[in-house]
């Protein structure tokens, strides 16, 4: 081994035992270790460069800064104003349909602020209707997450995925490529939460969530350094009908021009945020504030790991120990498998870590076994964001977690079942949609 290898491997390590132990902000964790290998020239200024300028890196932050001017115009507001009035209408039946939009929603827009707008609705309506909050709050976080599954923009595992699978030599996903096999999962995990969420229910409340939800407002790294409260969310916006349209207008037509093939994902969001700072829907300040920098830094340190990874030749190796440990299987059990070890490692990794390890990983078991890396690299975008099991594997989760007064127990009774649904389901799509 040699000394950039050597290097190479004790970062990695220590950036996943610190991502593991969550005592410090993930983004901080990662850019420490890309400045580490920059410092001791394992990867070069130019290749760190490339790392943050990446289509992904491009595509996400236009993305945020146009759904950042949706929530600004009072769009999103007044959505959930509206599902509010229907689920007092027609009761239990209206939350769950709440709770299906906003999965849908989560598709195309960034999950983390449908979330966090209609958590407090469902909260409230629940509350008012009789019911237990409880039944309803986690399942909201993951249908926003089973629906962040359902396209290319959906989650920024996809996008990352796409990216990491370009510079591997793969051709870029379509925007709904990948959609017939989120559809199925999502199908089957929201029956699975109508059918089952009642598992979370022990009864009435004994106290109000908010006032025991404070409790938690000092955990460390995601919980605390990243996401916060989401009473920094509460702010009421007025809806500004021709702001509204018009960046309405824009995101719809970002997606077209990228689902046509027009231009990439990344030219036409990057075009679309312009375009609304250009037409006063959003002030260059307030497109800077939406940029969420916490999650595109993460995203980019982690790229330069992986860089760093293939350019020692540890990616290989890596390849190479798992192609003859796979030996022998058939391509449906090694893609079982490694849907199996993406799933695990999001559960305890952050969904950009785990992107950068298993997608060159993918390509490399699919081309020894001469078959396409397609499913593999869907298989890494499916399970990547499949974060159920506990209340830190996902943003939505820590927010819910900290409303509903949940306990971590909760979360593995309701999602371990989940996980395996999915997992299940997910290999039967893929394997049906991406033939070998």
């Not at 115009?73 to 689920?87: E, K, M, N, P, V």
């Not at 008012?128 to 997450?145: N, Q, T």
């Not at 059990?333 to 952050?350: D, K, P, R, V």
């Amino acid at each position: 081994m040699t000394a950039a290898q050597a290097l190479t491997l004790f970062v990695l390590v220590a950036v996943v035992a610190a991502l593991i132990m969550d005592r410090t902000r993930s983004d901080v964790v990662a850019l420490t270790g890309a400045a580490v290998l920059l410092a001791a020239g394992v990867v070069r200024p130019v290749e760190v460069q490339a790392a943050f300028a990446s289509p992904a890196i491009i595509a996400l932050a236009s993305l945020f800064v146009i759904a950042y001017a949706m929530e600004l115009s009072g769009l999103l507001d007044a959505a959930i104003d509206r599902l509010r009035a229907l689920c007092q209408r027609i009761g239990r039946a209206g939350l769950w349909l709440m709770i299906a939009l906003c999965g849908s929603a989560s598709a195309f827009l960034n999950n983390t602020p449908i979330v966090v707008l209609a958590a407090p609705v469902v909260r409230d309506v629940a509350q008012s209707l009789g019911f237990s909050a409880k039944r309803f709050l986690i399942p909201l976080s993951y249908a926003a997450v089973l629906g962040g599954g359902c396209t290319l923009i959906g989650t920024s595992t996809n996008l990352l995925v796409n990216d990491m699978a370009s510079l591997a030599g793969q051709p870029r996903f379509t925007m709904f490529e990948i959609t017939p096999v989120g559809v199925c999962v999502a199908l089957a995990g929201g029956v699975y939460l109508l059918l089952f969420s009642r598992l979370l229910v022990r009864g009435a409340d004994s106290e109000d969530a908010d006032d025991r939800a404070t409790g938690r407002m000092d955990e460390p790294g995601l919980a605390g350094g990243q996401i916060g409260v989401a009473a920094a969310f509460a702010e009421r916006r007025p809806l500004q009908r021709a702001k509204a349209a018009a960046a309405l207008l824009v995101f719809v037509s970002v997606v077209a021009v990228a689902a046509w093939g027009a231009a990439p994902i990344a030219a036409s969001a990057f075009a679309g945020a312009i375009l609304l700072i250009l037409l006063r829907v959003i002030t260059a300040d307030e497109a800077y504030q939406g940029l969420r920098p916490d999650v595109l830094m993460l995203i980019a340190g982690m790229v330069v790991l992986g860089i760093a990874l293939e350019e020692t030749g540890l990616a290989q190796s890596a390849t190479e120990v798992m192609i003859g440990s796979l030996d022998g299987l058939s391509p449906l059990l090694a893609l079982i498998l490694l849907y199996g070890a993406t799933l695990f490692a999001t559960e305890i990794l952050s969904n950009a870590t785990v992107a950068v390890l298993f997608t060159p990983l993918a390509v490399s078991v699919a081309e020894a076994m001469s078959v396409s890396p397609r499913p593999f690299l869907v298989a890494v975008m499916i399970a990547g964001s499949a974060a159920f099991a506990t209340p830190f594997g996902y943003q939505t989760n820590v927010l819910v977690y900290r409303m509903g007064n949940y306990t971590y127990m909760d979360f593995v009774r309701l999602g371990i079942p989940l996980n395996l649904l999915t997992w299940v389901v997910a290999v039967i799509a893929i394997h049906a949609f991406f033939p070998f």
